[in-house]
């Protein structure tokens, strides 16, 4: 079936440690997201690509890093300079940049300890 | 991207219809009205967009005021399963490079 898988569902981590959450997605599309929400909040951007190679920072890009090698994935890196990563990441796609119909993974709960 | 309103949440009962109230009054003549919802825990999943006239699909209705200003989500039976945090995003089609914007939502709970 044609989706967005991200991975792992749920990661906990010591605090200054590294973590990559892993996002495919094998709908040929050629934008992708990665969000943050904090439990009652909406959904925060923390940033986008267009297309491969390309990469743009969203609302709080401070403290993350990804990459865009290939069409079908997205990773996104929490470092150890991001001061409060405990959250729920959400990576998303679409068709392209100029759509508003995106297309979400599951999430992934981050829990630094 | 115009800012939208909407209640914190809401209740309906099961099988009833569900109306979701949605103000925009600064939306722009070009600018589509986006429905998503989030069920607890999962991610968001786009339910239906619109621009002026009045949209259907198998999952909801879209009503648009004649003035654009306002917007109402309709769920037709309710059920168990619609309750979630659904999310009115105003949007320029084909903004180019400006990701949606998700608020906090209405919190819709069916009850029993």
């Known amino acids: 079936d044609g989706g967005i898988t991200q991975s792992p569902k749920y990661l906990f981590r010591k605090e200054g440690q590294n973590v990559t959450l892993s996002c495919e997605q094998n709908?040929?599309?050629?934008?992708m997201y990665w969000y943050r929400q904090d439990p009652g909040q909406g959904l925060r951007l923390i940033y986008y690509s267009q297309i491969v190679n390309d990469f743009q920072k969203g609302d709080i890009a401070e403290g993350y890093s990804v990459s865009r090698e290939k069409k079908e994935s997205f990773p996104l890196t929490v470092t150890s300079a991001q001061k409060n990563p405990t959250a729920f990441y959400l990576c998303a796609s679409s068709i392209d940049l100029s759509t508003g119909e995106l297309f979400f993974g599951e999430g992934s709960r981050l829990t630094v300890l | 991207d115009a800012k939208t309103t909407q209640p914190t949440s809401m209740d309906c009962a099961e099988g009833r219809a569900a109306n979701l109230p949605c103000n925009h009054s600064?939306?722009?003549?070009?600018?589509?009205v986006y429905w998503y919802r989030q069920i607890h825990s999962q991610g968001p999943q786009y339910i239906i967009h619109?621009?002026?006239n009045n949209e259907t699909n198998e999952m909801a209705s879209l009503i648009i005021t004649e003035d654009r200003k306002s917007s109402t989500l309709i769920l037709p039976h309710a059920t168990l399963r619609d309750t979630a945090v659904y999310y009115c995003i105003v949007r320029l089609w084909n903004s180019g490079n400006t990701p949606l914007v998700f608020g906090k939502g209405t919190r819709l709970s069916v009850i029993a």
């Open positions: 709908l040929n599309h050629d934008a």
């Open positions: 619109g621009l002026k």
């Open positions: 600064t939306i722009s003549g070009n600018e589509y």
